[in-house]
């Protein structure tokens, strides 16, 4: 198994302890946009209560990868998706985080 595969099957795995359902091609299309961020322990997570990460989400990845415009949507998809990973589970994996900020979104189009 690649260190690809086993990222896969740990966020599978963590999707499915938090009650999530998944396409799981979806989520591998969006873990490979990721690139070797997934492999680098601070890069791997997503602080939900670092407004200037979540600034970098909004900007970085919702903004200029998936080319949506800035508004209240983009900060609202962000509040929710903190939600539904639990503001207090310190595993909130980039991939996982992103992967359900595209199905928030409706952006599966451009996976």
């Known amino acids: 198994m690649s260190k690809f595969d086993e990222k896969i099957a740990l966020y599978k795995s963590e999707m499915e302890k938090l009650g999530l359902s998944y ?14 961020s997934i ?3 601070d890069a791997e997570t997503v602080s939900g209560s670092d407004e200037k990460e979540l600034e970098t989400v ?33 595993n909130k994996y980039r991939a996982i985080f992103y992967y359900l900020l595209v199905k928030e979104l409706g952006q599966e189009s451009k996976y």
């Open 39 to 41: 492999y680098k322990a």
């Open 58 to 90: 909004k900007k970085n990845f919702l903004i200029k990868k998936l080319g949506l415009a800035d508004g209240p949507k983009l900060d609202a998809a962000i509040s929710s998706v903190i939600e539904k990973i639990g503001k207090s589970n310190r």
């Open 23 to 36: 396409n799981a091609e979806l989520l591998t299309a969006v873990t490979k946009g990721l690139g070797p």
